[in-house]
């Protein structure tokens, strides 16, 4: 059974910076991208940042480029998003989740996906 176990949220001040984690079970991973996602209240799921766990390809939204961080450590199954510089505009629930081919930021091309963690970030 596949499962993704995002973790690592919380509430920080402008300018702060959280890491988060996505555990991944129950398929192998070398296979798999990896996405990070966030949906704030009354807006549409928006792609963050993704690795391809084969080659460690990275890509991230225009929106966090240079202040977010996706790694993974194949070893564990996981997945991390560093983020710093954090803004008020970051705030939403991240999801992470997995797809078997190639890449996306498209969170409609996911086949798996976790539960997610809350990111509140204070002006």
């Known amino acids: 059974e596949v499962q993704l176990q995002a973790s690592g949220g919380g509430s920080v001040q402008a300018g702060g910076s959280l890491r988060l984690s996505c555990a991944a079970s129950?398929?192998?991973?070398?296979?798999?991208?990896i996405g990070w996602f966030r949906q704030a209240p009354g807006k549409e799921r928006q792609g963050v940042s993704c690795?391809?766990?084969?080659?460690?390809?990275?890509y991230y939204a225009d929106s966090v480029k240079g202040r977010f961080t996706i790694s993974s450590d194949n070893a564990k199954n996981t997945v991390y998003l560093q983020m710093n510089s954090l803004k008020p505009e970051d705030t939403a629930v991240y999801y992470c989740a997995a797809m078997t081919t190639g890449w996306s930021l498209k969170w409609s091309e996911y086949d798996y996906w976790g539960q997610g963690t809350l990111v509140t970030v204070s002006s």
């Open positions: 129950g398929f192998t991973f070398d296979d798999y991208a």
């Open positions: 690795i391809s766990s084969s080659d460690g390809s990275t």
